[in-house]
T-cell receptor, first 113, second 112 residues
Framework: DAKTTQPNSMESNEEEPVHLPCNHS???????IHWYRQLPSQGPEYVIHGLTSNVNNRMASLAIAEDRKSSTLILHRATLRDAAVYYC??????????????FGPGTSLSVIP | KAGVTQTPRYLIKTRGQQVTLSCSPISGHRSVSWYQQTPGQGLQFLFE???????NKGNFPGRFSGRQFSNSRSEMNVSTLELGDSALYLCASSPRGGGEQFFGPGTRLTVL
């Protein structure tokens, strides 16, 4: 099973951009990079995913390295509500896929007012 | 569209008992996955069901089992509870299995 590594924790000041890194050196060609976050006392929620090209949505941006061995989740302006544990995971998006989903320990993001 | 619902939200049991947790996926979703979350081990995959069939299973003992009904609702059962089974049990659904998963709020199980 392909695995990811992330820093245990990061801090950011409110209203500043945050770059959350993820390494996935054993990624396979069909693996999509997914990001989830888990706010305190809640289940994880989907943030963004991508395959090769950088992706943007209303929550965040995902920058994927050219060799796909690493990626960065970018929160453009951190708010206090963004304080959460962020998980980077690899998922096979094929319709016939039923892989085990492996969550690492994630990165605990603290946002300082 | 209603989200994933899990019942009960909180549960207290004693060692040796068994417990059944329920998950109702988002309407139209046929895949349901279960996870255990503890402070020490983080989020761990238990199993995934699709169209009433278990398609994948994590590394948990046979005391952990599950099933899925024809309406995609799923239950998981833990028999002979141990103190270490105290955890947040999360259910997630998706249309077919791969890709984005939608998580419920979880069931907090405490084993005394």
């Amino acid at each position: 099973d392909a695995k990811t590594t992330q820093p245990n924790s990061m801090e950011s000041n409110e209203e500043e951009p945050v770059h959350l890194p993820c390494n996935h050196s054993t990624i396979s060609g069909t693996d999509y990079i997914h990001w989830y976050r888990q706010l305190p006392s809640q289940g994880p929620e989907y943030v963004i995913h991508g395959l090769t090209s950088n992706v943007n949505n209303r929550m965040a941006s995902l920058a994927i390295a050219e060799d796909r061995k690493s990626s960065t989740l970018i929160l453009h302006r951190a708010t206090l509500r963004d304080a959460a544990v962020y998980y980077c995971i690899l998922r096979d998006n094929l319709e016939t896929s039923y892989d085990k989903v492996i969550f690492g320990p994630g990165t605990s993001l603290s946002v300082i007012p | 569209k209603a989200g994933v619902t899990q019942t009960p939200r909180y549960l207290i049991k004693t060692r040796g008992q068994q417990v059944t947790l329920s998950c109702s996926p988002i309407s139209g979703h046929r895949s349901v996955s279960w996870y255990q979350q503890t402070p020490g081990q983080g989020l761990q995959f238990l199993f995934e069901y699709f169209s009433e069939t278990q398609r994948n299973k994590g590394n948990f003992p046979g005391r952990f089992s599950g099933r899925q009904f024809s309406n995609s609702r799923s239950e998981m059962n833990v028999s002979t509870l141990e103190l270490g089974d105290s955890a947040l049990y999360l259910c997630a659904s998706s249309p077919r299995g791969g890709g984005e998963q939608f998580f419920g709020p979880g069931t907090r199980l405490t084993v005394l």
